[in-house]
């Protein structure tokens, strides 16, 4: 089945600077890439989502890239606000087949 | 307003004990999920139901039982409650073949003494 990795765990930037965690996933017949992003003692929630026939998708300062040869995909967030802090989730699947998340990256954003 | 609600929110009580957590959606989505949440912030599948009908069965323990009385709920019953059992689970819903955002409750925080 479908497994998802993601990298760092923790991540502290400067208020200002760039954030980019990177994700890679084993079934190459994964076309659906969501990321959530999850703040304290909240829910999950969509932040950006690109599809297998896109290598890029942009929106304001969060972008995500995606390289099915490498069946690796990445969020970068720039310029960088405290309100970005918060644990971010990678996932992967088929479309009609369920989400895989992966472990979380836990990004501090510090003034 | 709310698009995806659970209840409770909070849930405290002792090994042994069996409890249901109840969640509601309006979005008018065919699909609906229970997600584990661990201390370590991982977020596990459970089940999910399409249309009323079981589609993802993870390896859970058989003392939680999902049931789906229609497309808009799916309520979560825990049997012979554990200490291993304490987490958040959350609900989440999504259009299964449009999109597939999926939308997550609030969570309902357990915790087994």
């Known amino acids: 089945g479908e497994n998802v990795e993601q990298h760092p765990s923790t991540l502290s930037v400067q208020e200002g600077d760039s954030a980019v965690i990177k994700c890679t996933y084993s079934?190459?017949?994964?076309?659906?890439f969501p990321w959530y992003k999850q703040e304290l003692g909240k829910r999950p929630q969509l932040i950006i989502d690109?599809?297998?026939?896109?290598g890029e998708k942009k929106d304001q300062r969060i972008a995500v890239t995606l390289n099915k040869t490498a069946k690796h995909f990445s969020l970068h967030i720039t310029e960088t606000q405290p309100e970005d802090s918060a644990v971010y989730f990678c996932a992967a699947n088929r479309l009609t087949d369920k989400l895989i998340f992966g472990t979380g990256t836990r990004l501090q954003v510090f003034p | 307003d709310t698009a995806v609600s659970q209840t409770p929110k909070y849930l405290v009580t002792q090994m042994g004990n069996d409890k249901s957590i109840k969640c509601e959606q309006n979005l008018g989505h065919d699909t609906m999920y229970w997600y584990k949440q661990d201390s370590k912030k991982f977020l596990k599948i459970m089940f999910s139901y399409n249309n009323k009908e079981l589609i993802i069965n993870e390896t859970v323990p058989n003392r939680f039982s999902p049931k789906s009385p229609d497309k808009a709920h799916l309520n979560l019953h825990i049997n012979s409650l554990e200490l291993g059992d304490s987490a958040v689970y959350f609900c989440?819903?999504?259009?299964?073949?449009?999109?597939?955002?999926?939308?997550f409750g609030p969570g309902t925080r357990l915790t087994v003494t």
């Open positions: 079934d190459s017949a994964s076309n659906y």
């Open positions: 989440a819903s999504s259009h299964l073949n449009k999109g597939h955002e999926q939308y």
């Open positions: 690109i599809r297998s026939n896109v």
